[in-house]
């Protein structure tokens, strides 16, 4: 997502609210890619009508969900199969900027809504299609992904599996991990459209040229894999062999970049990868010992005094609670944080008014 990592406050939000001023924005998604997206320019100050079938999108059973996405969105049904809810929608076409959907390839064709019918009415229209696999041969999209599964049904767990990320989230014992953060639907989805989508009418503005935009959910969480690609042919030179995700460079194998259990069963995240943030851990954890003992000088993590300090930083941080150790690193600047609890994170001042303000967005207006 469009998200800077940096805090997000009300007046940030506010001060952001025109970027998008007079951008409209037609939104047939449903459930979550979609109307992410959507609420991510809806944030910037794009105008967003929501339009959904009779039945109402599927994300309304969930209650909060749907109010979190589309709050202050303008939402109106029509009858999908009916001619006069087609000539509706095409209607709103006609002074649109975009068009989002999330149906399978050839649906939109099958309702009168193909690009060619669309770009008669409005040349300068961008067509954005969140898909899970990409468009097969035949659909008019510019950027078409031709293979044998543009039609078959999926959701999140689907996408992540087939690009190869959900068998990257392992636990220490190599168990496959069953993720609840809908990672395709937000990154591989809601980002790439937004990023896609904005280009495109910045493109449209300087030629009057439209065109139709598809974004495959699991090419693009595919294409998300950019560290764990890098970092395995990494461990591949040293060791020989390709890592499992669990021993992979970043993935718990470095001794200064992985999790330790506490003595209450909790975990600290230790992001120590530089030598400098190492050798200030080994400081607040008293083991000095260890401060020479860094892939930086060339211990690299298949060597023994790797293994070691790897098995003398765990016993440490196991003789002491969670909180002792928050307490520890409260005022060290090395890259070690708690792994905080959703009821914990909610709580914490960096998100206290988060929530509060239904804010997608990390963005903070900085000058």
């Known amino acids: 997502m469009p998200n800077t990592g940096l805090s997000t406050t009300p007046s940030a939000i506010s001060q952001m609210a025109d970027c998008l001023q007079g951008l409209r924005v037609v939104d047939l998604t449903r459930n979550l890619p979609g109307p992410f997206a959507t609420r991510l320019l809806a944030d910037l100050g794009a105008e967003i009508v929501k339009i959904e079938p009779e039945s109402g999108d599927p994300a309304r059973a969930l209650g909060g969900l749907f109010e979190a996405l589309n709050h202050g969105k303008t939402i109106e049904k029509y009858d999908f199969r009916d001619p006069k809810g087609i000539e509706a929608i095409k209607a709103h076409i006609k002074d649109a900027d975009v068009m989002l959907d999330s149906f399978r390839p050839g649906v939109l064709t099958g309702m009168g809504l193909d690009a060619k019918t669309l770009h008669a009415i409005n040349p300068k229209l961008v067509i954005v299609s969140i898909t899970g696999y990409g468009l097969g041969a035949g659909h008019d999209a510019e950027q078409q992904v031709k293979h044998q599964w543009a039609d078959k049904a999926g959701h999140d767990i689907n996408f992540m599996a087939m690009s190869g990320v959900l068998d990257q989230l392992r636990t220490a014992k190599g168990e496959q991990a069953m993720p609840n953060v809908q990672f395709a639907d937000l990154a591989g989805g809601s980002d790439t459209a937004v990023i896609a989508l904005l280009a495109a009418v910045f493109s449209a503005q300087r030629t009057g040229q439209g065109r139709h935009v598809a974004v495959s959910m699991t090419h693009s969480l595919y294409n998300h894999m950019i560290m764990p690609k890098a970092t395995g042919a990494l461990v591949k030179s040293f060791s020989g062999q390709n890592p499992p995700p669990q021993y992979d460079f970043l993935g718990g194998l470095l001794p200064c970049y992985r999790l330790y ?28 010992e260890l401060k020479a003992k860094h892939w930086q000088l060339g211990v690299m993590p298949n060597m023994p005094d790797s293994k070691e300090a790897a098995k003398t930083v765990t016993a440490t941080f196991a003789s002491q609670p969670l909180a002792y150790w928050q307490q520890a690193f409260e005022s060290a600047d090395v890259c070690v944080t708690p792994v905080l609890s959703l009821q914990e994170a909610k709580a914490h001042p960096l998100f206290a008014h988060q929530d509060e303000h239904q804010a997608t967005s990390g963005w903070q207006l900085i000058g």
């Open 261 to 288: 259990k506490t003595a209450d069963d909790r975990y600290m995240a230790v992001g120590s990868l530089e030598l400098k943030f190492w050798q200030g851990l080994c400081e607040v954890l008293q083991l000095p």
